[in-house]
C-alpha cells in the first residue's frame, strides 16, 4: 500500500511564503511523475506544477513565476514553495504521483494524498 501525506499549508497573510512537502511511504520501488494540484472551495482541481523522474518541470500557466515544484527522490518526497501568496491562492492544496509498487512496472499507479489546505488571507 502507498500514502502520500501532504504537510506545509495552513493560514498566511498575502506576500508571504509558503513551502508544501509531500512524502511517499509504503510499498514504493519507483516513482515517476509527481505534482501539485490545487481546488478552490467551489472550483475544479487543477494542476499547479509536476515534476518528472528526472526533474523536468512543468507549470500552469497562470502566475507560474511565484511556484516553484522540487523533489528529493532519495527522500521519495516533492516540495512546492509558493511565494508572495495572494488571497486567490485559497485552496486545498493536493499532491499526485505515479508510483510502481514492484519491478517491471514501467508506468506506475497514480495516488493522491488527502491535500494541505492554504487559506491566505488579505
Known amino acids: 500500500q502507498v500514502q502520500l501525506v501532504e504537510s506545509g499549508g495552513g493560514l498566511v497573510q498575502a506576500g508571504e511564503s509558503l513551502r508544501l512537502s509531500c512524502v511517499a511511504s509504503g510499498t514504493v520501488y519507483r516513482i515517476y511523475d509527481m505534482g501539485w494540484y490545487r481546488q478552490a472551495a467551489g472550483e475544479q482541481r487543477v494542476l499547479v506544477a509536476a515534476i518528472a523522474s528526472d526533474g523536468r518541470t512543468n507549470y500552469a500557466d497562470s502566475d507560474k513565476a511565484r511556484f516553484t515544484i522540487s523533489r528529493d527522490n532519495a527522500k521519495n518526497t516533492v516540495y512546492l514553495q509558493i511565494n508572495s501568496l495572494k488571497p486567490d491562492d485559497t485552496a486545498v492544496y493536493y499532491c499526485?504521483?505515479?508510483?510502481?509498487?514492484?519491478?517491471?512496472?514501467?508506468?506506475?499507479?497514480?495516488?493522491w494524498g488527502k491535500g494541505t489546505l492554504v487559506t491566505v488571507s488579505s
Open positions: 499526485n504521483a505515479k508510483i510502481a509498487t514492484r519491478i517491471r512496472d514501467y508506468n506506475g499507479v497514480e495516488y
